[in-house]
Structure formats: C-alpha cells, structure tokens
C-alpha cells in the first residue's frame, strides 16, 4: 500500500512539472519573435542552412565567403519570386552567427528599432519593401553599429567585449 503512495505521489509530480515547463514555454517568451524565422544569433553555419525558411516552393542560392580574419559570410539569393524574403547575409564570428541582414518583402511604415540586452534590430524601409538587420551587441566586429541603433533607442550602451 506504502509503494503505491509514493508511486501516486511521484507521479502527480512529474505530471506538475511538465504542466508548468509547457505553461512557461507557450506563454512566457522572453525573446521577441525571430525576425528571420527559424534563425537565432548564436548558431552555426550548418544551422542556419538547415533552419532558414525564407518562404516560396523552389530553394535559393547559397554562397560562402571568407571575411576578415576569423569571419565568415553565408548569404542567400531567393529563386522564387514567391519568396517573402529576397537576399539574406548571415556574418559569422568565430564559428557563431553574429548579424544578419536581409531584404524582405514587407512593407513597414517607418523605422522600427527594437531592443534586448543583447541583441538589436533594426527594421528599415526601401523601396522594394524592407530591410531587416539583427546585431549581437557583443560582438566586437559589429558593436559599434549595434550600438548606434541601440542609441536610437535612447537607451544605455552595453559593455564592450574584449
């Protein structure tokens, strides 16, 4: 009777512990949503190939290039004018995505900065829709740029990394 109790006891707190782990990932996003979907600074180049969605039914044009020092380039060319996404540059920094920037077809009104402790971005309007662009903001190749729109913000500067 007593292994019985304590099996019950178990497992109503397992169950506790998944109903609270699923209530904080559905409704508790810390984050803002990916403005490029499925690509997150932090991640490696193999990923982000893998993970990056930019719409449309044929698949775009990769191409990689070597940037300064330790820094390498990944960008991509949209085949399908369905595609709502229509050139991206993903820069990497020792092996870690760093910055992306990529032309999209939205159409935003004006300028919109948004902000968190370590990243910045940056939605401009062009002419062919908008520009997205998303900075770490300690990274030491892109800080100074990071920081200048993180400032458009009104906000304090982040810490420069060695």
């Known amino acids: 009777m007593r ?26 996003s810390r984050e803002a949503p990916d403005a490029i979907p499925h690509v997150r600074l932090g991640m490696a180049p193999r990923d982000v190939r893998e993970r990056f969605q930019p719409g449309g039914a044929e698949p775009g044009a990769w191409q990689t290039a070597l940037g300064a020092g330790d820094d390498t380039v990944l960008e991509w060319t949209a085949r399908d004018p369905a595609s709502n996404i229509t050139e991206a540059r993903f820069e990497f920094h020792l092996g870690m995505l760093v910055a992306i920037r990529a032309k999209t077809k939205d159409t935003p009104k004006h300028e919109e900065v948004s902000t968190t402790a370590k990243t910045v971005t940056v939605r401009t309007p062009s002419r062919e829709g908008a520009t997205i662009t998303v900075l770490a903001r300690d990274c030491p190749t892109h800080h100074d740029e990071a920081e200048g729109y993180f400032q458009r913000r009104g906000s304090a500067p982040a810490p420069r990394s060695p």
């Open 3 to 28: 292994v019985w109790k304590v099996r019950i006891a178990t497992i109503a707190l397992v169950a506790a512990g998944a109903a609270a782990a699923a209530a904080g990932a559905a409704g508790c």
